[in-house]
């Protein structure tokens, strides 16, 4: 896995996540558990948790960055 590990997640702080060349940006909002966080996606406003953005797998270009 390159980029960030989910213990480096920070609450407050924006990420994109790129996943089956798919990308996603947003707001840690709270932990909800070891590995997982409540998050506000940047683009639709949407919540969700963090494992629902990839539920189905995790593809070879997997990738977490802290954006400003």
């Given amino acids: 896995m390159k980029g960030l590990a989910f ?3 920070r609450v407050g702080k924006k990420y994109r996540l790129i996943n ?3 990308s996603c940006e947003f707001l ?3 932990m909800v ?3 997982d966080f409540e998050i506000k996606d ?3 406003l ?3 948790r963090l494992k629902d953005l990839f539920k189905f797998g ?3 270009d997997f990738e977490i960055r802290e954006i400003d």
């Fill in 7 to 9: 213990s480096s997640l």
């Fill in 20 to 22: 089956f060349d798919e």
């Fill in 28 to 30: 840690v909002e709270r």
């Fill in 33 to 35: 558990g070891k590995d």
């Fill in 42 to 44: 940047l683009n639709n």
């Fill in 46 to 48: 949407e919540r969700c």
């Fill in 58 to 60: 995790k593809g070879k």
